[in-house]
């Protein structure tokens, strides 16, 4: 039989495992962890991502819309990038396995995780302090394009070349912008 004290020394640590779970949660979906390596603007080296994934196949010459795969971008913080199943359903097996050497090599690579049950360790390239609250579906509602922010992507093979003007991510590209629109220019709309 638990003793008063210890039924409240249970109680306790609950409530504290409770406290901790509610942060973990709303910390955890407003950010989800990124692990993975953050490039730094300019640097990133083609061929450090994992696998080589063609913007421009693709969503310009196969026409995919950028939120077929950064579905998230309209109703949360983050774009995100997408989970392997949601490729792996054209690069199945007997899907679409690449006509050249190179893109079957890539595909390969693909299916390798996904038979693994692993994540891609995609490198981060858009990343910005943790101190600044950047909110995707705010500007997608607004009308923002993907294009003004991110450049061309479309066009782009892999994205080892970050947009310059948006690429370094200051706090007077955000300002003039939100300047020009007659968006809020509060410190705290930016900063938590
Ligand atoms: C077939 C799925 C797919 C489509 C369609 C797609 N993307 Fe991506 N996107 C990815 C993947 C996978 C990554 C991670 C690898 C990389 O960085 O290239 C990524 C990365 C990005 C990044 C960099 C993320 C970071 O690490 O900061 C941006 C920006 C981006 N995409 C914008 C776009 C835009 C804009 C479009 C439409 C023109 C688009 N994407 C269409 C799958 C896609
Ligand atoms: C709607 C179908 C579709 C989806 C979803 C899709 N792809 Fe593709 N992918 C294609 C097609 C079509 C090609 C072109 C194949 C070719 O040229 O032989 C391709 C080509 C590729 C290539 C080969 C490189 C090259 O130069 O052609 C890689 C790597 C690749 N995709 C990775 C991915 C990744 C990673 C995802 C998920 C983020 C993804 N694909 C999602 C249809 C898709
Ligand atoms: C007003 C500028 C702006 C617009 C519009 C915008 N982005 Fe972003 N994007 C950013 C910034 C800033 C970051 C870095 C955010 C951070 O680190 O919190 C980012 C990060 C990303 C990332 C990295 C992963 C993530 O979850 O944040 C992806 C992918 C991405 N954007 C895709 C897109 C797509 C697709 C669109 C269009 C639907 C889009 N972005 C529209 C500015 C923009
Ligand atoms: C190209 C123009 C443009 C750029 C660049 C831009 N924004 Fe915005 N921002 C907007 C627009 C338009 C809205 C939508 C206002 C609304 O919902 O009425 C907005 C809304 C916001 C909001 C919500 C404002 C509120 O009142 O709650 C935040 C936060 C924000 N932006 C942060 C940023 C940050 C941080 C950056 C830079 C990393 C940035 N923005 C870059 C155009 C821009
Ligand atoms: C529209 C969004 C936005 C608004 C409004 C905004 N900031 Fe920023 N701020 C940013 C971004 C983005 C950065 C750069 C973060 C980074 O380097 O990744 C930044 C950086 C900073 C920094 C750190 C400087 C540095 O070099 O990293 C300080 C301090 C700061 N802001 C203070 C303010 C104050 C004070 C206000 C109000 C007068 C304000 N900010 C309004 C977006 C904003």
Sequence with gaps: MPTPRTRKLWLAVSAGTFALLLVAVTVGFRRPPV??????????DPTSQPI????????GQFTMSC???HFS????????????????????EGIVGGRT???????????????????????RIYKASDHVHFPHMR?????????TCHGEVQE?????????????????????????????????????
């Design 101 to 123: 050497e190179q893109a079957q090599a890539e595909i390969g690579k693909l299916r390798s995780y996904y038979a693994a049950g692993t994540p891609i360790p995609w490198k």
């Design 35 to 44: 692990e993975t390596p953050v490039a730094q603007v300019g640097e990133l």
């Design 52 to 59: 080589q994934f063609p913007h421009d196949t693709h969503a």
């Design 67 to 69: 939120q077929y795969c």
């Design 139 to 147: 500007h997608v509602a607004a009308g923002v394009t993907c294009q």
């Design 156 to 192: 782009m093979g892999v994205l080892e070349v970050v947009a310059p003007e948006a690429g370094d991510l200051r706090m007077g590209w955000c300002v003039s912008c939100h300047l020009e629109r007659g968006v809020s220019r509060d410190c705290t709309v930016c900063h938590y």
């Design 73 to 92: 971008a309209e109703r949360s913080v983050d774009a995100g990038i997408p989970p392997v199943s949601l490729c792996i359903g054209c690069h199945l």
